[in-house]
């Protein structure tokens, strides 16, 4: 695959979704949302006091905008940032990515980043402690939808709407659930054990995940793979020099593969770290 530096001078990119023919993001230590025509022309949304990290839209198509530190949803309306959601009154747990389903409900995903150190490996005595999946309902109102999750990261939703897909980075693997009606989950199984950490994630339309890997060995670069239910990969990317963090499908014909990077884990995140690049693929995503 031809890769192209879409965007660069940035610091952490995450959170990205497309939306109305553009790329939107997170540069989480910049404070900011930014947002990316096709064309990479960029645009800053909304800044925030927090870290915005996951991203997306309420059933009034405002702006959703996990803001981590402060466990709290915001909205942005396109003039002013309020509180939409306090998941901290329901878990101490930090709040990372989001995705948000046809009627408005947003799925968020809490992490224990007070619980272990992600600056050294993995190990039986540096381990995060269990996290959840919050259901934000479109009345506001918040509910736990998983729980004993080992570190909650990217999520997608089928293109039927009946499932979603969560990445469980420090289990190295992705998991599978059946969404109710209701909006409640069900019957968890494994989508795909890939013996790596697992970050952000995009589905096509097939059902198959690109899903970024931070590191392939720890102190080093990662990649992204394109993974089917039941484990088979059927692509692979090499950052060769950065973190792979997230990954949306997008552009006009949403064949283009926006690939998300930062700093390798264990190195401090300056302005400039980040990236994003750009290639085509041959299986669509969808709105």
């Known amino acids: 695959m031809q890769l192209e530096t879409f965007a660069d001078n940035l610091i952490f990119p995450e959170g990205s979704r497309w939306k109305d023919n553009k790329l939107i993001c997170s540069d989480i230590f910049s404070n900011e949302v930014i947002s990316f025509t096709e064309a990479g022309n960029k645009e800053t949304v909304v800044k925030i006091d927090g870290l915005p990290v996951g991203l997306g839209w309420n059933k009034n198509d405002d702006l959703l905008i996990n803001s981590l530190q402060d466990k709290k949803v915001l909205v942005y309306d396109g003039k002013s940032t309020k509180e939409y959601a306090d998941i901290g009154v329901h878990e101490n747990n930090f709040i990372n990515d989001m995705t948000t389903d046809s009627s408005g409900r947003a799925y968020v995903g809490t992490v224990a980043l007070e619980s272990f150190n992600e600056n ?168």
Do not use: Q
């Open 120 to 287: 050294i490996p993995i190990a039986p005595d540096n381990m995060p402690t269990f996290s959840s999946i919050m259901l934000v309902d479109v009345d506001g109102s918040v509910r736990r939808v998983a729980d004993r999750m080992t570190f909650t990261n990217g999520m997608a939703i089928s293109p039927d709407g009946k499932k979603l897909v969560v990445a469980e980075t420090f289990a190295y693997r992705l998991s599978i659930f059946d969404i109710k009606s209701n909006g409640d989950l069900d019957n968890r199984r494994i989508f795909a054990d890939l013996g790596a950490p697992t970050d952000g994630i995009t589905m096509d339309v097939e059902g198959r995940v690109w899903v970024a890997i931070p590191y392939y060995k720890f102190g080093g670069p990662g990649g992204w793979v394109r993974v089917a239910e039941g484990g088979e990969i059927s692509g692979k990317i090499d950052s060769n020099t950065h973190g792979a963090f997230d990954c949306v499908l997008g552009g006009k014909n949403m064949d283009n593969l926006y690939l998300l990077e930062g700093s390798i884990l264990g190195k401090e995140r300056a302005k400039g770290d980040g990236r994003i690049r750009v290639c085509n693929v041959d299986s669509p995503g969808f709105n």
